[in-house]
């Protein structure tokens, strides 16, 4: 029963392994030209001069 136990215990610490360095990739934004427009914060991509990722800078809860 220890043995049965062991090996899905080392399988599970593995699956989470390879599913940790899967989900690790992020986006390359370049943080020397940042952008404020309005309540916004604004984000070049570092490959895509084109493409731009926002933040809001005034976060609120939901009440609906």
Known sequence: MKTKR???HSLLIFA???LG???A???QINLD???R???LTLFQELN???AWYYIIDKPKIATD
Do not use: H, Y
Request: charge should be positive.
């Open 48 to 50: 895509n001069d084109k």
């Open 25 to 27: 990739s992020a986006q």
């Open 37 to 39: 427009a309005a309540e």
């Open 16 to 18: 989470l392994a390879v």
């Open 6 to 8: 062991n090996i899905k």
């Open 33 to 35: 030209k940042v952008v």
């Open 21 to 23: 360095t899967l989900s």
